[in-house]
């Protein structure tokens, strides 16, 4: 079903795009948008001339003169036709593709209403010995967008023309019969079929064109830059190895006359590179050891710094002999490689770093690390990322994050010293090699990093404030191997993100200790999460107006087989650091749900959410599943959210949160006050209460946390939201709360965690 369902999406897709004129993404869509307006606009031409000189004559034909609505029908067709002409050479001068194409869109598509309407109407006033004359006319008038581009255009014209046409010779055209009929759908089919295919084979020919013209320009510049450098010229010492009779060419190519050029040793106006390594050079790399050893050699790579800047050439020479066979000197070839040469070196160098910030690449830097640990080097490996850069690169969009990476890699490559060495990972990661230093020294330069990283980038008028974390490790204190290595910086990386970023961090064993254990306890909770050891007790929030329990929070446990009850505080964070926190709040609920939906009508049950819940999207579905296999009304369920669910307020957030509360289900903001935001997001997430932290309850009655929590009672009230005091642990709190009017509390004096189905009353308040 789901691939029938997918099929049947993508051919409405392809119908739909068929019937869009759209804007150009590439050159190579451009291009072809260009040739369909080319052949569109001699078209427009044609079919105009023809469609009006067929509509006049066979108006004359079928007597149009005395219908008036014929009359208009017939000049409406004449009047289309002379829009079409007047967008044709309207393009012709402006060369406007896309709005051409999307005018000759609804040109044509009226023009085909128009059409169609004709042929209808000639079909009804015809007379019996025009039956001929009518189908000729239609055939010729449906086969005209055969040869249209594009399909939208084509389309545009065939489609109404068609069917009204159907009508007209199926129908209305006298003495109309079922043969007529079929032959006239089956052309009216193969006309379809021959404007698609037309279009493809248009479009297939305009795209291998644009390619082709594409390669053409490639080549063109390729031989452009060939025939641009210098030819190759000739070049003759004495058997010392200094210049004689030297060419034009070769003067020039040395950026020197010839007269200064005569009497110069080659092997000072020329220096061997000291990257010639190919495999076709000779062993000897130094021009001088050829002249002295008198070898021959060939295709020496050679550079030259004169007039003409750094300079490149191949050299191939072989020694010439006298008549008494004696060396009287050198004669051989010069070429100037400049070009090709800096072509290859910039091969080499996109070849081993980042193309967006010259940096080293990943390969290029894991290469380098890998040398240094061989050679028992001591250094520093510092692993940078940057914070919120997604969140920079979704508000600011992807030119302003490519720009603050180069920024950042100026940052970088400026702090550094000489000696250290820079990359880019990829995305937003970054690295940095300090030679020579241990792990405080490192720790001390990554820590000036973070700081030089976290200063204000201006772009486009807008200043962001980037950050960095970073995580550095040493060797060999830390480890000698490189891939180990780069493993501990990433491990402290993640510490200073934790810590709260913008932060470097030195790597320490108890943070590799720590990562181990918990992936051990990762294994060990969804196991036990696949085993049922997850349970839940329940805490009661009591009326203190009718003394009755109205609602129960949640509390998950641990039930582990050997270490007894585990609370919450032991393993919430491990499934939130991990990919289970979704599983295990898929539990929570569903236990809540089903426990809840046994319990009296009136009691609620309340459920505690964490963010990465709503990670990915699946929140709400996943609701309205339990709800629906429990039985539980969702009115009976409330949903506690904390100010860290709401501090990305991204759109997926705030659009599950209004999702969970038109199911039903209450929105509850738990420990209210702590956070710095907690009035904002009052006004932008709609709660049905909120719950003072415990740490305002356990201050009362003092005189500032009692003002603070009138003030917030007094706004809950104005908002009609009702207030919950957590955390109530003495009869004094509880008789300020209710001198004060607040209704709601929640603690250790009215109820304990427990397992059993609540009561209707506290013991307490009896």
């Not at 007269?259 to 062993?283: F, H």
């Not at 949640?554 to 599983?583: Q, Y």
């Amino acid at each position: 079903m789901r691939k029938l369902v997918a099929w049947t999406g993508c051919i409405f897709r392809r119908i739909r795009d068929a019937f869009i004129v759209r804007i150009p993404r590439s050159e190579q869509e451009a291009a072809v948008m260009r040739d369909q307006c080319n052949l569109l606009f001699l078209l427009c031409l044609l079919f105009s001339a023809a469609g009006v000189l067929n509509v006049v004559i066979n108006s004359l034909a079928f007597g149009v003169s005395s219908e008036p609505v014929m009359m208009m029908v017939v000049a409406a067709v004449v009047l289309l036709y002379g829009a079409i002409i007047g967008a044709a050479l309207r393009w012709h001068r402006n060369k406007d593709d896309y709005r051409f194409l999307k005018c000759a869109q609804l040109l044509y598509t009226c023009l085909g209403f128009a059409w169609g309407t004709t042929i209808t109407l000639f079909a009804i006033n015809g007379r019996p010995d025009q039956t001929v004359l009518l189908l000729g006319l239609a055939a010729g008038v449906i086969s005209t967008p055969i040869i249209s581009v594009p399909m939208t255009v084509a389309f545009g014209f065939f489609i109404p023309n068609a069917l009204l046409s159907i009508y007209g010779v199926g129908f209305a055209m006298p003495h109309a019969d079922i043969f007529s009929a079929t032959a006239f759908i089956s052309f009216c089919a193969y006309a379809t079929f021959g404007i698609i295919f037309t279009n493809i084979t248009f479009s297939g020919r305009s795209e291998a064109r644009a390619a082709l013209q594409r390669q053409i320009e490639t080549v063109k510049v390729f031989l452009r830059e060939y025939e641009e450098g210098s030819p190759d010229w000739l070049w003759q010492t004495d058997r010392d190895g200094r210049v004689k009779e030297a060419t034009e060419r070769m003067a020039d190519a040395l950026g020197l006359t010839p007269m200064i050029a005569n009497g110069k040793m080659l092997p000072e106006l020329i220096s061997t590179s000291s990257q010639n390594r190919g495999a076709e050079d000779r062993v000897h790399q130094d021009l001088a050891d050829y002249f002295r050893e008198r070898q021959a050699f060939r295709e020496l790579l050679v550079h030259c710094e004169g007039a003409h800047g750094t300079r490149w050439f191949r050299l191939t020479g072989h020694p010439i002999f006298d008549d008494d066979g004696g060396i009287s000197g050198f004669r051989g070839i010069g070429r100037d490689v400049t070009s090709g040469h800096e072509a290859s070196e910039k091969v080499i160098f996109l070849a081993s770093h980042d193309s967006l910030t010259g940096l080293l690449n990943r390969r290029s830097f894991v290469e380098r690390v890998e040398t240094l640990c061989a050679e028992q080097r001591s250094f520093a490996l510092a692993m940078i990322d940057l914070d919120n850069f997604k969140g920079i690169n979704d508000t600011y969009g992807h030119q302003t994050g490519d720009r603050l990476l180069q920024n950042v890699a100026g940052r970088i490559h400026q702090a550094i010293r000489p000696q250290d060495t820079a990359a880019r990972l990829g995305g937003d990661e970054f690295a940095v090699l300090i030679a020579g230093v241990d792990g405080e020294e490192g720790l001390a330069i990554a820590q000036r990093l973070a700081l030089r990283l976290c200063e204000n980038f201006e772009s486009d008028g807008v200043t962001i404030r980037p950050g960095a974390s970073i995580g550095v490790s040493t060797c060999p204190q830390d480890a000698r191997d490189p891939q180990r290595l780069m493993m501990l910086a990433d491990l402290a990386l993640y510490k200073a993100k934790e810590e709260g970023k913008g932060k470097a961090c030195l790597f320490d064993p108890w943070i590799e200790e720590e990562h181990h254990s918990l992936i051990s306890r990762e294994a060990e909770l969804s196991e036990a999460i696949s085993a049922g050891q997850i349970g839940l007790l329940y805490q009661p929030i009591v009326d203190l107006k009718s003394q009755r329990i109205v609602s129960v929070e949640a509390l998950v446990r641990w039930n582990h087989p050997t270490r007894g009850t585990i609370p919450p505080s032991e393993f919430i964070k491990t499934a939130e650091k991990s990919d289970l926190m979704e599983e295990l709040g898929r539990v929570i609920l569903q236990l809540a749900c089903h426990d809840a939906a046994q319990w009296p009508a009136l009691i609620q049950v309340n459920v505690n959410l964490s963010p990465r819940q709503l990670r990915s999207g699946n929140f709400p579905r996943i609701l309205i599943q339990v709800l629906q296999e429990s039985g539980l009304p969702p009115e009976r369920l409330a949903i506690e959210i904390t100010e860290s669910v709401l501090l990305d307020q991204d759109e997926r957030t705030m659009g599950q949160l209004d999702a969970i509360r038109k199911l039903g289900v209450k929105l509850i903001l738990d420990d209210f006050g702590t956070g710095y935001s907690s009035l904002t997001y009052l006004h932008e997430v709609e709660v049905s209460g909120i719950k003072i932290d415990a740490a305002f309850t356990r201050k009362l009655p003092e005189r500032k946390v009692a003002v603070i929590y009138r003030m917030i009672a007094r706004l809950a009230m104005d908002l009609n939201i009702y207030v919950v005091a957590e955390g109530v642990e003495e009869p004094s709190q509880l008789e300020w709360l209710n001198e004060n009017g607040i209704r709601f509390a929640q603690g250790y004096l009215l109820g304990r965690p427990s397992p059993s189905p609540p009561t209707t009353r506290i013991e307490y308040l009896a």
